[in-house]
């Protein structure tokens, strides 16, 4: 079985030329050529296309050529195939250039042009920014002024933007304006890879195209919602970008509320484009911003220290390359929020992540209430937790349910017997590396997976007052958890607060 997209699309992209800006960085040699290289083999890319890459490195058609197919040979998730892969090396071209210049965008848009004619495609022109976000602003603009952005009415253009969109609301604002300036709201796509990943649509399919969950799927049967995104990494060699966002800029801000939406949201009148949307941005809002007291209660930072990851010893996050060794920057961070709605009122959610932490899983726990009898006794049913759903995002893709069941034998034995399913098990999985969907998605138009402006103001809404008083606070305990832990003490009271406790992370196998 190949994967589909969610949105149940079968047939290939528009034609199309896409032109990755940031072409010799790393997000484009680890994961958009494998994911087009991907698409290509599952029949999904159009057959008529062709890619520019556009870098401030000097580089020519012939020499971008053989540098991709090197890295196709190292980056691949799938074999590759020589004539498919021939027929995408040829269709590839480069151009280099300083963003800052015009001539840069004058020389870009010949050389769209030229590629046109050479393979006869129509004017579409997926742009995709795989840069530096001080950089965002800038390209769009350029893009705009040599009026490569204009649509027609059969054709059309639009920009893939990475993340972060924006360092804190009001640049996000800025940068909005100066963006929409140029192209309008429906040609922005603003990607966020996690919203790629299978576990994380499945939770839509989960939810709505099952009838058993959704009528127990509000607060009088769920007691609490947990959201953990943990890594082992350290920051490796971003220090520089990540000493001055930290993980709440580079995890919550994006991926983790955009996961809590789709967990916490009402049904859509429909799956594709602004339905979803809609009902994502819903549920931010009635996250209410924190007042700094609340800061305080309700939020936990860390940073970690030296320790051991893999029984090998790693430095502390202020000895990294490129962080300043007196960094107050969080590495880690635990909240409670609450969704003020009448699904969720006083239902805590708590999210956490971090990086150098115990394990490297993503899950999302969504815990029951007790039963309302203690029909096996107060003792037998203190021994077994109530039911509890676990979402592994990853790694070992999967859903399991926890549910009781008496133990075989004489007397009254209950125990927690988990119901399994696993992706590994379920028909021909294609390794893929998360962007196969959403660039699959931009060709074709549907926005549903990607963030609309309100979403990621909202989102900055949440975040902003948290960062505010860290900012105004300085930690006086950095660093505060070793690595390999699960983050500081603190953050296990911010649970136990309110009678709960961080769900104990086994990896399923
Ligand atoms: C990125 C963050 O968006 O997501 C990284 O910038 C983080 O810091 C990464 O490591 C995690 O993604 P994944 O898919 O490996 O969970």
Redesign the pocket.
């Given at each position: 079985m190949a994967t589909k997209p969610l949105t149940g699309h079968d047939t290939p992209g528009d034609s199309c030329t896409i032109v990755i800006f940031g072409a010799s960085g790393d997000l484009t040699k680890r994961k958009l050529l494998p994911a087009l290289y991907n698409l290509k083999a599952l029949k999904l890319l159009p057959e008529n296309f062709a890619v520019i890459g556009v870098a401030v490195t000097d580089s020519n058609d012939e020499m971008f050529r053989s540098q991709i197919t090197s890295d196709i040979k190292q980056f691949a998730t799938r074999p590759v195939d020589q004539a498919e892969w021939d027929d995408f090396a040829k269709r590839s071209y480069y151009i280099s250039g300083d963003f800052n210049s015009p001539d840069t965008f004058a020389h870009l848009g010949a050389k769209i042009e030229d590629v046109r004619k050479t393979w006869n495609l129509p004017g579409n022109v997926l742009f995709y920014l795989a840069i530096s976000p001080s950089f965002f602003g800038k390209v769009v603009e350029q893009l705009g002024n040599a009026g490569l952005t204009k649509e027609t009415p059969d054709t059309w253009r639009r920009i893939i933007i990475e993340?972060p969109f924006g360092h804190d609301l009001q640049s996000a604002r800025d940068l909005n304006t100066q963006i929409t300036s140029h192209v309008q709201e429906s040609q922005i796509y603003r990607i966020d890879?996690?919203l790629g990943?299978e576990t994380v649509q499945n939770i839509m399919v989960f939810r709505f195209g099952n009838s058993v969950f959704e009528p127990i799927w509000n607060r009088r049967y769920i007691d609490y919602v947990q959201i953990t995104?943990a890594?082992q990494?350290g920051?490796e060699l971003?220090g520089g970008y990540?000493d001055h966002s930290g993980?709440t800029r580079?995890?919550v801000q994006?991926?983790i509320l955009s996961v809590l939406s789709l967990v916490a949201m009402e049904p859509p009148a429909s799956i594709s484009g602004d339905s979803v949307r809609n009902e994502k941005v819903k549920v931010l809002e009635a996250i209410r911003p924190m007042e700094p007291e609340e800061v305080l209660a309700n939020t936990v930072r860390g940073q970690y220290g030296a320790g051991l990851i893999g029984g090998k010893n790693v430095p502390a996050y202020r000895s990294e390359p490129d962080v300043n060794p007196a960094s107050n920057t969080e590495t880690f961070v635990a909240m409670k929020l609450n969704v003020e709605n009448w699904r969720w009122a006083d239902v805590p959610f708590f999210i956490r992540s971090g990086?150098r932490l115990a394990a490297h899983t993503?899950q999302i726990v969504i815990g029951f209430k007790r039963t309302p009898l203690l029909l096996f006794g107060k003792e037998v049913q203190d021994d077994f937790m109530p039911n509890r759903l676990v979402i592994h995002v990853?790694p070992d893709e999967g859903i399991t349910m926890d549910i009781h069941a008496k133990r075989p034998g004489p007397g009254i034995s209950i125990a927690n017997v988990p119901l399994d399913f696993s992706y590994n098990e379920f028909g021909e999985s294609t390794a893929a590396t998360?962007y196969e969907t959403l660039l699959y998605d931009c060709m074709i138009g549907d926005m549903t997976l990607f963030h609309r402006y309100d979403s990621v103001d909202a989102s900055w809404r949440i975040v902003n007052p948290i960062l505010d008083v860290w900012q105004a606070l300085h930690p006086r305990d950095f660093p505060n958890y070793a690595s390999g832990t699960w983050g500081p003490e603190a953050s296990d009271r911010l649970v136990a607060k309110t009678g709960h406790a961080w769900h104990h992370y086994e990896l399923k196998k």
């Open positions: 993340k890879h996690y990943k995104v890594e990494l920051v971003r990540y993980v580079d995890m994006n991926h990086k993503t990853q998360g």
